[in-house]
T-cell receptor, first 110, second 112 residues
């Protein structure tokens, strides 16, 4: 099956710093989403981005489907950005079966 | 709209007990699925459904049953709980197979 690798596994930054999280996948996909899992365990939708670039405030994402990777950018980090960021992909073969990466744990220190 | 609602939020079971985790969505989504998340890991697919009356197995289906009698509800049944089923369970729904997935708040299950 398709493999999803996220890097780095852990990232510790000071408030105000910028960061780039990467998601590599091993096969073509029709669906790619970025999620933020907050310290309470909730999964929050950040981006639905099978291709192209999107921006939402301090966050932006780019997926280059032909090269099988996606990047999540966080600018001017805040302590509330802390948590685990997951990339999930689906090959869209008639059913939604998301495959998740192992996540990047982001810690923003004040 | 409530979105995807899971109940209960927390549950402790004894080994061998059975229970049903409830999942309901009010977005008229055809696609629903169940995932489990173990410590330090991403989510893994247990079962999924492409519409009422249609279900299939995901990556880790053993020990779980599902049914989909209505578009809105997709319960997950643990037949005989085992400590290995201690996990956080998430339900998700989507309008189309390649559409954005929306997740419930999760059910934290401990089997002792």
């Amino acid at each position: 099956g398709i493999q999803v690798e996220q890097s780095p596994p852990d990232l510790i930054l000071q408030e105000g710093a910028n960061s780039t999280l990467r998601c590599n996948f091993s096969d073509s996909v029709n669906n790619l989403q970025w999620f933020h899992q907050n310290p309470w365990g909730q999964l929050i939708n950040l981006f639905y981005i099978p291709s192209g670039t999107k921006q939402n405030g301090r966050l932006s994402a780019t997926t280059v489907a032909t090269e099988r990777y996606s990047l999540l950018y966080i600018s001017s980090s805040q302590t509330t950005d802390s948590g685990v960021y997951f990339c999930a992909v689906d090959q869209g073969r008639g059913a939604q079966k998301l495959v998740f990466g192992q996540g990047t744990r982001l810690t923003i220190n004040p | 709209n409530a979105g995807v609602t899971q109940t209960p939020k927390f549950q402790v079971l004894k080994t061998g007990q059975s229970m049903t985790l409830q999942c309901a969505q009010d977005m008229n989504h055809e696609y629903m699925s169940w995932y489990r998340q173990d410590p330090g890991m991403g989510l893994r697919l247990i079962h999924y459904s492409v519409g009422a009356g249609i279900t299939d197995q995901g990556e880790v289906p053993n020990g779980y049953n599902v049914s989909r009698s209505t578009t809105e509800d997709f319960p997950l049944r643990l037949l005989s709980a085992a400590p290995s089923q201690t996990s956080v369970y998430f339900c998700a729904s989507s309008y189309i197979s390649v559409g954005e997935a929306f997740f419930g708040q999760g059910t934290r299950l401990t089997v002792v």
